[in-house]
């Protein structure tokens, strides 16, 4: 016998926002660039081949305004601003890395998968 909680549809509702939000490519990029370290917008729009700014800035957003990200500004002239993960945003990236395996050790059956 399970003793698994009862499914609640608004509950998946809820999660699958959450999801949605986490598990773009670009919020997965980000994870994995930013690490254990600090960086800067244009260190960043660097590092990820392919994201625009107005893409880099709407997501830098969504995931401070999630509590993923600590967006740091100095008051310097002109100002410098920093991002790095926030305790969540470390912990997501350790529950998201189990599943970056499967992909990778998948990823050619899939493929052949879907010829």
């Known amino acids: 016998m399970t003793t698994d909680p009862p499914h609640v549809p608004a509950d998946c509702r809820r999660v699958g926002d959450i999801l949605a939000r986490v598990s773009d490519k670009w919020t997965i990029l980000l994870l994995m660039m930013l690490g254990d370290r600090r960086m800067r917008f244009n260190e960043l729009h660097r590092a990820i081949n392919g994201i625009s700014p ?11 305004h999630d509590g993923i990200l600590i967006r740091t ?7 410098r601003v920093e991002y790095e993960l926030s305790d969540r945003g470390r912990s ?3 529950a998201l890395a189990p599943i970056g395996k499967w992909v990778l050790e998948n990823q050619t059956h899939i493929e052949e998968a879907r010829e």
């Open 92 to 94: 997501l990236k350790l």
């Open 73 to 79: 500004v100095y008051p310097t002239i002109p100002p």
């Open 54 to 64: 107005r893409m880099l800035t709407v997501t830098l957003r969504n995931l401070e």
